[in-house]
């Protein structure tokens, strides 16, 4: 089976602390869009999430065992795990899925705010797996996440993000220049 990562799923380093997967595939997914929000009140931070209808969002597709399903599921709790008709997902690579494909997915999420906001070091981490792809993928993903103009806090000297993984010293100014921008009003 697969599954398709649209956050810190991207981060090679960061699934790893989770299961074990096949390469990461970048694709795009029609019909899915990507913001920040809250799941639930166990989560400290807002982290993405997405929902199903309108806009298009990128990430990777993951080839996944059976038995890590269940260990991806518990990382993503508080979403709901949904199948992905195939015929969304545009990819470069032609493959032919013979397994589902999943995607966590959170309808309504309340925005972040103050006490739940965006963590840099979650931000780092999905970025810094989004530039290992390119820097047009990172910049396709910050274009389009919607939500940049919540509440984030620099939490860099303290880490708050437990799957903080794969960042490294290089990336930040890169990552910095990618939210200035994406945090100023249109």
């Known amino acids: ?3 398709f990562g649209y956050g810190s799923l991207i981060n090679r380093a960061s699934r790893q602390r989770t299961g074990q997967t096949g390469a990461a595939i970048p694709a795009e997914v029609e019909g899915l869009q990507r913001h920040w929000g809250k799941v639930d009140g166990s989560y400290a931070i807002s982290p993405l999430v997405a929902s199903l209808g309108e806009g298009r969002c990128n990430g990777v ?3 996944v065992e059976d038995h ?6 518990q990382r993503e709790r508080g979403y709901q795990r949904v199948e992905l008709d195939p015929a969304r997902i545009l990819q470069d690579e032609l493959l032919s899925f013979d397994a589902p494909i999943w995607v966590y997915v959170k309808e309504n999420p309340a925005p972040p705010c103050d006490q739940q906001p965006i963590m840099q070091t979650y931000v780092d ?4 797996g ?3 792809i390119s820097d ?8 389009t996440t919607s939500g940049w103009h919540h509440p984030l806090e620099n939490d860099r000297e303290s880490p708050k993000y437990g799957n903080l993984a794969g960042v490294e010293e290089a990336h930040l100014p890169c990552i910095d220049r990618l939210v200035h921008r994406s945090r100023k009003p249109f």
């Open 1 to 3: 089976m697969y599954i």
């Open 61 to 63: 597709l993951l080839k």
């Open 68 to 73: 890590f399903l269940g260990h991806f599921d």
């Open 125 to 128: 981490t999905v970025l810094a």
């Open 130 to 132: 989004c530039l290992s």
């Open 136 to 143: 047009a993928f990172a910049r396709t993903f910050v274009e």
